[in-house]
């Protein structure tokens, strides 16, 4: 195990990466672009996570989703990656939250948030959490319905060039209802949306606390690419964030 994080520390240096152990990360959402953050984050060197996400592994998942295999089809996804973050770093310690996330959600103190939520209400949730609790976060709006990864960056949400693209555009006017305008960094694409065809359907979940939750669901288009690129580039800046204190 001596030689795990050999390589990282050729880049950034031992004293670093021995810093990486005490630093606690919550990644919300474990799909194409949260279990690529998470698994990133893991191979860097961070000492703790708290992973969240109420899902399954599905067949549509295989396209894209690091953790979606035929061998785990049907396995919850908190589960698999408990493990696998084991498997990379048996150091590791993992906290796991297998539920929806909603304004009445708890999850203990941690460092940076990761969120790659993709139901609204939730991700706003989420958000406005982290904007009041002063908690550094990085949060996805770039991936759905795109395949061009070299179009992905990263900026403060006020300083997004594409404020018109459908699901950006949600997330911000409900920020902005609730007075949050900036002070929020986020992984977005300047390439214009694409979908074959507009999917919706009612998904109900419920909680652990026994609420039941009604929400019309977009299908959007997924590509191996973009997904995967955008959870890596979170978890670039999250890095780099740590590493300039």
Known sequence: ???????????????????????????????????YCLETLARAGIGEFTIVD?????????????????????????E???????DINPDVKVNVICDFYTENSVFPKVDFVADAIDTLRSKIS????????????????GAGNRIDPTKLYICDIQDIENKNAPFVSNVLYQLKKIGIEKGINAVVSREKPFV??????????????G???????????????????????????????????
């Not at 240096?13 to 990360?25: A, N, R, T, V, Y």
Request: charged share 20%.
């Open 80 to 86: 698999l990656f408990a493990a696998r973050l084991k």
């Open 1 to 35: 195990m001596k030689e795990m994080f050999s390589r990282n520390e050729l880049f950034w240096g031992k004293e670093f990466q021995e810093s990486l152990k005490s630093k606690h990360i919550a990644v919300f959402g474990l799909g194409g672009v949260g279990g």
């Open 126 to 141: 989420l958000l406005s959490y982290c904007v009041e609790n002063k908690i550094p976060v990085i949060s996805s709006m």
């Open 196 to 209: 074959q065809e507009k999917i919706s359907e009612t998904e109900v979940v419920k909680t652990n606390s």
């Open 211 to 245: 609420e039941h939750i009604e929400f019309t669901k977009i299908i959007p288009a997924s590509t191996p690419f973009v997904a995967s690129t955008a959870g890596i580039f979170m978890a670039y800046h999250i890095i780099k964030e740590l590493k300039n204190g």
């Open 54 to 78: 109420f899902d399954s592994v599905s067949a549509s998942n295989l396209n894209r989703q690091i953790i979606a295999l035929k061998s785990t089809i049907g396995l919850k996804k908190t």
